[in-house]
């Protein structure tokens, strides 16, 4: 049976369904059908975890077609310990988006196929096995999301919507021109995913190559300074739509760093990986210091996700499996805790009409407030912070742990950016929970003393899915064996990959990264 | 500057003193004269005067029956040791007493009229110097303790007599404010100017109840307020306790800072605007707000009418405690109308020019108290 | 050691620290509210029980340990790759004394906060933060491992933040937690930056393989004296902050904003856990002895200036937080100069002594609804409980009379005397320094005339008095419990002189505090120099202007450049590049009608050009 291909189907076959269904649909109606699709492809993707054999670093499962043969492009999919959980993770916040979707009355079909054509896009981006294939699902995924921005989106959605379109354009032409470029160099047409050796291709032509898909991917992921788009794109999206974007498409970028990067040109990469590890810190501690200046609470956890992705190419150019598999673990516990951040900012900007951290105070407050949503926040941001006992302290320990020796400057300065994500959050938890209720700014104290805030109350159903989400978030946090176990032979292999290996070996560090030089 | 939706924020008017001084000469109720508010006032009253019967009561046992007792383990049970009362009990299904305790606290704190000046006189120190031999001589662990420490039950004693004309101050305003929801019902009472003039009527009538508190020691009965003292309900009981609860208070835990480098609270008590009509009503129910207590107290006894009316607003159930907090307020500055009113130094039709300044003084001082107090609660709702 | 050849109390020890973490999740129905009609004290009679099983537990344990000696037990987490992170207890005397101190406290505070917060309606989240609180703690003295004692040590700063934060809606709380829980976080990222370090190059976090690692490593010179200052300096920096020592003493201050019961378990129990980390990574300073002057120095800041600025306090919370800092400071000369032992018995003194003072502040602060010494007398004659505890109290803390720290004083001063008598003259004006505050607010407080709002102080509710009651006896009976607690070489082992000395000093300090004027409208002195300096103690040095002026003003500053860096640099250069390769300036604002067009559009351009380059790559090679 073509286990990956139903992955594709279902969210594929569930769009054009929706698109083509005759007659008039409520939304309400057209929500459920998503729901249901979407509901289906989690339980398959669930039912491809069961058949997954975690102890085998090679690609399973896989199902392959001739295509255009001539053009090196095949219909080739697998799924390994890298993909398998972000496509879990693309199944549950795909289905969290959709549920928390209650609003559409603007054409709500078109919303909903385009829901489900970026999830599909988005498994049969993780899941190809040829370049080119990645490719047009990379690209496919774009034009929704850009629809959904522009679209369904805030006051100033068309400038957020036209400057992601430029910005994902270019990442897309950049990473084309890699595949081709390699095509090109080498001399043949398979589009396969094998590494590619000094035998085969001048380092130079390596660099060049592995330059275009770092900065095409480094767009993506986003990373500093090319993340300009996404603190845009994120406060003009609204919440559903965030939630993917954060939770989902930017792993995209972290997961073509992991495979097509480092997969593709480990040598290259090798040399290059000093540099890397210091864009990397750059790129934590300027996400996390603008993350300080921001007033929008959304664009301040927008900075956050330019801050924590940071850490995955601090990871990657480590290259050890404790850090690839942090890289890993850090793909997920960041996909679901900035889906959760995302999920509560949309709760408060739904019920208060503002995310202005200067007019939103004592939210906490049990009858008139939010109080859940307050708890909630406190539990989304600590996790975010790396604190133990949730997902992102594991993720970013063992993204530490196993870079410091290779660049120990690197990680010193990524881990003060950690430090730092504790200053932003705990300065909007206490901005905007703690003290009086209040929505106005506190420039008269007895008039602000004095006010009577009424805000929508928030409904059970309406928390469920940030409830989910945390729940998640916790249960990584205590018990993260299980993912570890999911992925520690494909981050080990990615690791381990010969030629890097070697590579390393010659370039890189000393195992006592402390010892004299090692420091800087 | 972000745009907040209008209809989520509402600031009500802020009368000022002179509004507020006119409004009393002309024999106005402070609260506007709506349906609404009638129904507000009367039905929170309704509640509060069940609440207060079972203060009432449990303040009287505390004083009679666990006097000086050093673990007094069930002194919230009044006596009764069933294992379902224990129960309930254990389970905190029950009225939280330790509000009561609270305002007796707050009235002793603050210490003002009759009831505290007898409690400095010499002829209460003789009378607890009686009770307090009769009661050292059968308990070792208090006869060890007076000698070092020759405060501690006298102390104690003017605590249990607080606390029991606390009692019996709450068993007549309970009586008046169940009084009020039948006179309501039947009809009698159709307006707030009549609920005003109800409790009036109740509190004048009451004026001059004595109030007494007598113990048991070792099976000999001693006094510990003599009627021969003189104490009166409304000048030794009620006003020290409009004072101590409605106007001064106690700042609370969880808004005002108790740092003493911050200076948040005023050294001089009398400053103090802290009190129920001064209280901020949007975090009740949050940490370190004691009348959250009293709120979930009422909201046990809200009558059918008011819980009705509260659906219809805001959060419906989700924010009730606030609503009836908010409801509160306008009936205790109903409560606070009648009792100006019934404590005018002279009619206030009266002719003479000296009757009419005296009235128009003591309106100015009360009025100018009030100015700061929440009157934002007294306008109708938009 | 097979576990199954164990007694069920310690096979099961695991179990310890989830007694708290278990009263938390007990609590939850009502710290939610789900319960509309109901109050929320079963939570706290829930979490009592809870607390009282650890206790009973505890003592099975260190009862058995007593006869089989210590034990260690280890249970697997999470392995990975070359990472094994595993959850190890250490099961020895010190541990469980400290487990029996953390979980007795915790249970005799909580009975206390019954009647301390009886009008709190939120009582249940505060039993469901104290049994977070009492969770970790408890994880943190029985942890065997680096990183187990990190992960709680973190815990620990989520939980004070949260309780500090437990009056949300009071201005001063809201800046209180945040400090309190950054600063924190800066020790903590300090320590995490020296555990990641050690993990890398040690391989396992137990403290006993880090040890041989240590050893090995400072043989064969492996580690460079950077690194091994660098390491050293991350170790301590996570107990300089749980301890409250200078300069990262800040938070204790503001966390007395919080309720006063967690106040109690803050001042005894936090910093006791922070103290005991520093002494179980004492052996990994080896490589740094930079770290071990900084503790020295630190120590000795703390334990003067901490000492002096409690002096100036008009705060009656404040004047005994100050405190904690000062001993704690002792704490850390007695680990630095490697006198664990000392070190253990001081904590274990001060810890129940300090608790107790705070449980009668908190006496007072529920009768007199106020903290302002000036505003305080005459509550000596009336609360017996009260005033009992205050004196034994501070009889404990006090190098004077024969109770607790007395010993701790005199082996001190007996230990320091002939190596470092330096740091034994910082002991002993410690001891005279905390004898004068605690006689000066004595003072203040219980004697004199009653003032207006002390005027009725009758004792407090049982449920307050009754703790406190048990715990006076309990610091009354401290030397034998001290006794058993350090048999060899016995707590009175010092000379005469040393005794003499103590009580001079702590002598002269009640003498001082006798004496010293007490001003109760003016807290401030007319003469200029003395004022300037009761102003810089009073205000702790400036220390919250400095900060501000420095750390915050810093981050503030590089926030602010990197967000001018972002919205104008790097966003006008997006707009700049825009506008010129979209040829209009209208391009980047793309009209909302013209949204299905433009989307059309994009689909067919890149369809185009997916194939175009197809069609190129097929005419490439065909």
């Known amino acids: 049976m073509p286990m990956l291909s139903i992955l594709l189907l279902i969210p594929f076959a569930g769009a054009l369904a929706l698109v083509l269904w005759p007659g008039q649909l409520p939304p309400g109606r057209l929500r459920a059908v998503a729901l249901v699709v979407l509901g289906l492809q989690l339980a398959w993707s669930l039912i491809v975890l069961a058949r997954f054999d975690p102890t085998s670093s090679a690609m399973q499962l896989q199902e392959a077609l001739p295509w255009v043969s001539g053009l090196g492009l095949e219909y080739r999919l697998g799924v390994d310990g890298l993909s398998m959980p972000l496509v879990l993770i693309n199944g549950a916040l795909t289905l969290v988006s959709a549920i928390c979707t209650r609003d559409i009355s603007q054409r709500p079909r078109i919303y909903f196929a385009l829901l489900l054509v970026i999830s599909g896009a988005v498994n049969g981006a993780f899941l ?82 592995l330059g275009a898909l770092l900065i095409g991917f480094g767009i993506k992921v986003p990373l500093f300074p090319f993340h300009n788009w996404l603190p845009d794109a994120h406060t003009q999206a609204s919440t559903p739509v965030s939630v993917l974007l954060a939770g989902v498409l930017l792993k995209l970028g972290t997961y073509g760093l992991l495979r097509f990067c480092l997969g593709l040109f480990p040598e290259a990469w090798a040399q290059l990986a000093p540099g890397l590890a210091i864009w990397a810190a750059v790129s934590v501690l300027f996400g996390s210091l603008a993350a300080i200046a921001q007033k929008d609470m959304k664009r301040m956890v927008a900075y956050s996700s330019v801050g924590h992705m940071g850490y995955i190419l601090l990871a990657a150019a480590a290259a050890t499996p404790v850090a690839i598999l942090g890289a890993v673990f850090q793909m997920v516990s960041h996909g679901l805790i900035s889906a959760l951040l995302f999920l509560l900012v949309g709760i408060v900007y739904r019920k208060t009409g503002t995310r202005d951290l200067t007019v939103l105070h004592g939210l906490l407050n049990p009858e008139r407030g939010l109080p859940f949503t307050g708890t909630l926040m406190i539990l989304g941001v600590m996790a975010s912070a790396g604190m133990p006992g949730m997902a992102g302290f594991i993720s970013e320990f063992m993204v530490f742990r196993g870079s410091i020796s290779a660049y120990p400057l690197a990680t010193l300065l990524s881990m003060l950016g950690s430090g730092l994500t504790a200053v932003y959050f705990l300065l909007l938890v206490n901005r905007a929970f703690f003290g009086r209720l209040a929505i106005t700014p506190a420039t008269d104290p007895v008039a602000h003393g004095r006010l009577d805030v009424r805000l929508a109350p928030v409904a059970p159903r309406e928390t469920i899915p940030a409830t989910g989400l945390a729940m998640a978030v916790v249960a990584i946090g205590l018990l993260p064996a299980g993912l570890g176990r999911l992925s520690e032979s494909t981050s080990t292999a990615i690791a381990q990959l010969p030629a890097l290996v070697s590579a390393l070996q010659l370039a890189a560090a000393p195992l006592w990264g402390l010892q004299p030089g090692g420091l800087g | ?229 003189g104490l009166t309900f409304l000048v030794d009981v009620a006003v020290p306790y409009v004072e101590a609860v409605f106007l001064r208070g106690l700042p609370f835990l969880g808004t005002v800072s108790f740092n003493a480098q911050a200076q948040q609270i005023s050294p001089d008590q009398a400053k103090f605007a802290y009190g129920a009509l001064f209280a901020d009503p949007l975090p009740t129910m949050g940490a370190g707000i004691p009348p959250s207590l009293l709120m979930q107290d009422m909201f046990r006894h809200l009558p059918q009418r008011l819980d009705g009316l509260y659906r219809k607003r805001t959060r419906g159930e989700g924010d009730v405690r606030v609503k009836i907090c908010m409801s509160f307020q306008k009936s205790m500055f109903c409560v606070t109308n009648a009792a100006i009113r019934g404590t005018f130094p002279h009619p206030l039709n009266s002719p003479e020019p000296a009757a009419r300044e005296a009235n128009r003084a003591y309106a100015a001082a009360w009025a100018a108290r009030l100015a700061a107090a929440r009157t934002d609660c007294l306008d109708p709702l938009p | 050691m097979s576990a199954s050849s164990l007694s069920l109390p310690i096979q099961l020890v695991w179990i310890i620290p989830l007694y708290g973490f278990s009263g938390m999740l007990l609590s939850l129905p009502w710290a939610a509210g789900w319960f509309k009609r109901n109050g929320p004290r079963p939570a706290a009679y829930l979490n009592l029980l809870v607390t009282l099983l650890a206790v009973i537990h505890g003592s099975l344990i260190l009862q058995q340990v007593w006869q089989l000696g210590p034990q260690h037990l280890e249970f697997p987490w999470f392995q990975a790759a070359d990472l094994d992170l595993r959850i190890g207890f250490d099961l020895s005397l010190t541990n469980l004394a400290a487990l029996e101190l953390v979980t007795g406290l915790s249970l005799l505070g909580q009975v206390y906060a019954l009647g301390y917060l009886d009008k709190e309606w939120s009582l249940a989240r505060f039993y469901a933060l104290v049994g977070f609180f009492e969770g970790a703690l408890a994880g943190v003295v029985l942890s065997s491992s680096l990183f187990m004692s990190y992960f709680l040590l973190e815990m620990l700063t989520l939980s004070t933040y949260l309780l500090v934060g437990f009056w949300y809606a009071q201005p001063l709380v809201v800046t209180a937690a945040r400090d309190a829980f950054l600063t924190k976080r800066v020790g903590d990222v300090l320590l995490l930056m020296g555990m990641v370090a050690l993990s890398a190059w040690a391989g396992s976090m137990e403290f006993q393989d880090l040890y041989v690692w240590a050893a090995e490593a400072d043989a064969s010179g492996a580690l460079t004296p950077l690194a091994g200052t660098l390491l050293g300096l991350g170790m301590i920096a996570g107990p300089m902050g749980k301890c409250a020592q200078f300069p990262m003493h800040l938070w204790l201050d503001e966390a007395m904003e919080g309720p006063n019961p967690a106040s109690i378990l803050r001042n005894s129990v936090v910093v006791t856990a922070g103290a005991l980390v520093l002494m179980k990574v004492m052996p990994l300073l080896r490589f740094s002895p930079l770290a071990t002057t900084v503790l020295l120095v630190v120590g000795t800041i703390s334990a003067l200036a901490g000492a002096l600025v409690a002096i100036a306090q008009v ?133 004199g005339p009653s003032m207006p709002k002390t005027k009725r102080a009758p004792e407090v509710n049982w449920l307050m008095a009754l703790p406190m009651v048990s715990l006076t006896v309990l610091v009354a009976l401290m030397p034998a419990l001290m006794g058993r607690l350090d048999p060899v070489p016995g707590i009175a082992s010092f000379s005469l002189p040393v005794a003499i000395a103590v009580v001079s000093s702590g002598l002269v300090g009640v003498a001082g505090g006798a004496v010293a004027p007490l001003h109760k409208f003016w807290s401030r002195s007319l003469l200029q120099p003395l004022r300037v300096l009761q102003d810089l103690l009073a205000s702790d040095f400036y220390t919250d202007r400095i900060y501000r002026a420095t750390i915050v003003a810093a981050v503030a500053g590089l926030a602010r450049l990197s967000d001018w860096l972002d919205s104008r640099v790097v966003n006008g250069l997006v707009n700049g590049i825009g506008r010129l390769s979209l040829a209009s300036a209208d391009g980047l604002k793309l009209g909302v009608s013209g949204q299905l067009q433009s989307y059309l559009l994009t689909v067919v351009l890149a369809i185009v050009l997916l194939l175009a380059s197809l069609q190129w790559l097929e005419w490439l090679h065909g």
């Open chain 2, 1 to 229: 500057m972000p745009i907040i939706p209008a209809e989520l924020v509402h600031s009500g008017g802020m009368p000022t003193a002179a509004e507020l001084e006119a409004k009393l000469l002309a024999g106005q109720t402070l609260l506007a004269d709506t349906r609404e508010h009638l129904i507000e006032v009367v039905d929170v009253l309704k509640s509060y005067g069940e609440v207060l019967d079972a203060y009432s009561t449990n303040l009287i046992f505390q004083a009679e029956h666990q006097f000086l007792v050093p673990v007094p383990l069930f002194k919230y049970l009044d006596g009764e040791k069933s294992p379902a009362k224990i129960w309930r009990h254990l389970n905190h299904d029950r009225i939280n007493f330790e509000y009561a305790e609270y305002c007796m606290k707050a009235m002793l704190w603050h210490g003002t009229g009759g009831l505290d000046a007898y409690l400095d006189s010499a002829a209460f120190a003789e009378n607890c110097a009686v009770i307090i031999r009769r009661k050292t001589r059968r308990d070792p662990l208090l006869a060890l303790l007076h000698p070092l420490f020759s405060g501690f039950l006298i102390e104690m004693i003017r605590t249990a007599a607080t606390t029991h004309a606390l009692g019996q101050f709450w068993r007549v305003m309970s009586d008046l404010f169940l009084d009020l929801a039948r006179a309501e019902a039947d009809g009698s009472v159709a307006s707030i100017e009549a609920v005003v003039e109800f409790i009036k009527d109740g509190l004048v009538a009451a004026a001059a109840n004595p109030i007494t508190y007598g113990v048991e020691v070792a099976g000999e009965n001693l006094w510990v307020l003599p009627p021969e003292a």
């Open chain 3, 315 to 447: 705060d009656i919370k404040r004047a005994f937080s100050y405190s904690t800092t000062s001993y704690l400071g002792l704490v850390f000369i007695a680990i630095a100069l490697q006198q664990p032992a000392i070190a253990l018995l001081l904590l274990f003194a001060h810890g129940l002594s300090k608790a107790l003072l705070f449980m009668s502040v908190g006496s007072i602060i529920a009768t007199t609804n106020c903290q302002d010494l000036t505003e305080l007398g005459g509550l000596g004659s009336r609360m017996p409980a009260t005033t009992s505890a205050y004196l034994v109290g501070s009889a404990g803390l006090v190098g004077l009379l024969p109770l607790g720290c007395f010993w701790c004083f005199g082996l001190l001063v007996e230990t320091f005397a002939h190596q470092q008598p330096f740091f034994a003259a910082v002991c002993l004006l410690t001891n005279a320094l905390t004898a004068f505050n605690l006689t000066r607010v004595y003072r203040h407080v219980f004697l």
């Open chain 1, 128 to 209: 190809a096995e040829n370049l080119l294939l990645f490719f047009l699902f990379y690209e496919l995924e774009l034009i929704p999301l850009w629809a959904l921005i522009s679209i369904w989106g805030g006051a100033n959605r068309a400038y957020a919507a036209t400057k992601f379109l430029i910005f994902t354009a270019v990442s897309g032409i950049l990473i084309l021109g890699a595949f081709l470029g390699l095509a090109l160099a080498t001399g043949t047409v398979d589009f396969s995913l094998t590494p590619v050796s000094s035998e085969q291709l001048a380092m130079g032509s390596q660099l060049l190559l």
